[in-house]
């Protein structure tokens, strides 16, 4: 599933995370009213899927899907495998792939999942895991590309940068999958020890050569902090440089305060040039890219357009009885008119350039915070292609699992949109440089080499980085960046990706 590790989801205009699985569980008009409980979930699965995906008329019909023929021991990797299997049947002529396509895995989805309410929790704030992210800076260097405060990880001492030498006593860690041609045993083994396991222990070579050990390193869960750090930079002549690390999309109630703190503290100190690092962002609530989108536009962009969303035929037209069972939908609710959201801008930052530091990680709200604001300010792009989530979605609560499954798209006031692809920095519409993640230096060091490139442009009106050596310009490297995309996205590829939207339907009232 796309469940990204550190939360990267881009959620639907309608949320409906606050609806407990009991009472959002609906009685659904199956095929047939007879089976197992978990034939009655698949059939559920399939019945939502032909009512509110986006391209739900490319999906056959029930006798060609035939659901409940879809099995594994696992009943979640059951639904998970029917998820799949449907996703790949809308076809997105510009490619002549599905619109769902995933290149680290043809034949799973990109967007789609089933989950067991833990996206739902992350995006409030509370993780359950150890509290950090491995990646590949090199075939032969797996590093620590961020760690969570008060998490696990953070506790024991581990900071990004690290380097991991072994894993449970293993040191057969090298990258090993597609983009090398191996045959991912290694990569596997990594990403199992640290994604599907409750306890790991590893050896880490710090900057200064030194050597830290982790035994029996244990899940737990603790509250995230979606900034993981913010501060200024002197260019001279004036300039004056706000950098912000911002990590995932939790909700509103928890990031807008961390957010505000930043940005305050960007105004007293009179920033002129913005530097957002999304590069580990995967997504998350609507609402808070709406907030962030608020705090850098320039005020004079209030009351103007920032995006839309647009929803299927069926959707649109109220069409929507498996929805209608569950909740109050007033008529329109689904139509582009009534989803129009225009900027109002928060905080008194005045900036006109933002540069949006990305990779492969960056995804869903992360792409809609940064398409909103093309149109109306300088955007630059710094670093690899983005992950490409040009769709979001909403919970939909079947039994105990949840389901999220495109519902809608975005367009900017250009009706700009579309982007399966991924923002390419350099390439024609996203200008700035394309350069690798530099997970060898700490966050917001002015050498680590994509911070290094907005500085240098803030300074001198190129990206062409000058002074000290910068470890990521002409590096030589086993890997190519793009190759260095495709390792990362093998490590996120069950991390949360995506965007919930802001408007809440309420529950019918059950008598």
């Known amino acids: 599933m796309k469940k990204l590790f550190y939360s990267l989801i881009l959620l639907s205009a309608i949320s409906f995370s606050s609806c407990s699985s009991k009472k959002s569980n609906p009685v659904v008009d199956g095929p047939t009213k007879t089976g197992t409980t978990l034939d009655l979930i698949k059939d559920s699965v399939y019945l939502y899927e032909k009512e509110e995906y986006l391209w739900y008329a490319s999906v056959p019909n029930y006798a060609t899907v035939n659901p409940r023929a879809v099995t594994d021991p696992s009943d979640a990797n059951a639904l998970q495998k029917l998820v799949d299997k449907m996703s790949q049947y809308a076809i997105n002529p510009a490619t002549n792939k599905p619109y769902e396509y995933y290149s680290p895995d043809p034949g799973e989805a990109k967007y789609s999942f089933i ?7 992350e995006l409030n704030g509370v993780n359950g895991d150890y509290g950090f992210r491995p990646e590949y800076n090199d075939v032969n260097d797996l590093r620590i590309s961020y760690v969570y405060p008060g998490s696990p990880a953070d506790q024991k001492g581990i900071k ?28 596997n083994f990594v990403n199992d020890a640290i994604f599907n396991s409750n306890t790991v222990s590893m050896t880490l070579l710090k900057p200064d050569n030194t050597t830290l050990t982790v035994t029996n390193l244990a899940v737990a869960n603790y ?31 928890n990031a807008d305060g961390p957010l505000n703190t930043a940005f305050d503290y960007f105004t007293a100190q009179g920033v002129t040039d913005l530097v957002v690092d999304l590069r580990y962002n995967g997504g998350g609530y609507v609402s808070t890219a709406e907030y962030i989108d608020n705090l850098i536009v320039p005020a004079a962009k209030t009351g103007t357009v920032m995006y839309n969303t647009y929803y299927n035929d069926k ?19 689904f139509k582009p008119e009534n989803n129009v959201v225009n900027f109002a801008k928060k905080g008194a ?3 006109n350039r933002v540069f949006f530091i990305i990779t492969g990680s960056t995804a869903s709200a992360s792409e809609l915070t940064i398409n909103n604001l093309r149109p109306v300010m300088d955007v630059q792009f710094i670093g690899s292609t983005s992950y490409g989530k040009p769709v979001g979605f909403f919970a939909l609560n079947i039994n105990k699992y949840q389901y999220y499954t495109p519902e809608f798209y975005t367009l900017n006031s250009a009706n700009q949109g579309g ?41 001198t009106g190129t990206y062409a980085v000058r002074g000290p050596v910068i470890q990521s310009i002409g590096r030589q490297s086993t890997f190519s960046i793009q190759a260095q995309n495709a390792a990362s996205l093998r490590f996120t590829k069950d991390k949360f990706n995506g965007m919930i939207g802001s408007k809440k339907l309420p529950l019918k009232t059950k008598r």
């Open 115 to 121: 989950d067991d309410g833990t996206v739902s929790g």
């Open 160 to 187: 990004r940068g690290y380097q991991i030498t072994s894993i449970n006593g293993s040191t057969s860690i090298s990258y090993d999958g597609s983009s090398v041609g191996g045959s991912g045993n290694n990569l």
């Open 419 to 459: 982007y399966y692809g991924g923002f390419t920095p350099n390439t024609t519409g996203y200008p700035g440089v394309q350069d690798y993640d530099d997970p060898t230096k700490d966050f917001g060091d002015p050498t680590e080499g994509l911070l290094a490139h907005a500085l240098n442009f803030v300074k």
């Open 223 to 253: 509250n995230v902090n979606p900034v993981l750090t913010y501060k200024t930079f002197d260019q001279g002549n004036g300039h004056i440089v706000g950098y912000v690390v911002f990590n995932t999309f939790t909700s509103d109630a």
């Open 315 to 333: 959707l649109q037209a109220d069409n929507h009885p498996l929805l209608s069972t569950i909740y109050n939908i007033p008529a329109g609710t």
């Open 349 to 351: 930052l005045n900036v």
